[in-house]
């Protein structure tokens, strides 16, 4: 008996959501299709291979601003009440009606 060397090339999966590629040294890398490389975004890919981009930057509190920096992410600053009068107290008040 005598043991052969045999080399099957490797079977990567693939799926809609990405490229499927085989790399020599690493084996299958997948690269997902949806991304819009923007922090601010939840990026989405439908079972069909659709591709959607939800905000994500909604504090869901009134009284701030909210902020997004693709780059970075999303952020909240307080929102400006300021009547410009020195004769008051400015703040915002989250209200139900």
């Known amino acids: 008996m005598e043991g052969v060397c045999v080399h099957e090339p490797l079977v990567c999966p693939s799926d809609p959501c990405s490229r499927t590629e085989c790399v020599e040294s690493k084996g299958c890398m997948n690269t997902p299709l949806c991304n819009d490389t923007n922090l601010c975004t939840l990026d989405v890919c439908s079972p069909t291979g659709q ?31 300021s009547d410009s009068n020195s004769g008051s107290v400015d703040s915002c008040v989250v209200t139900t009606t």
């Open 51 to 81: 591709c959607s981009f939800e905000y994500l930057c909604d504090s869901g509190d009134p009284c701030t601003v909210d902020l997004c920096d693709p780059l970075v992410g999303c952020s909240s600053a307080p929102r400006s009440c």
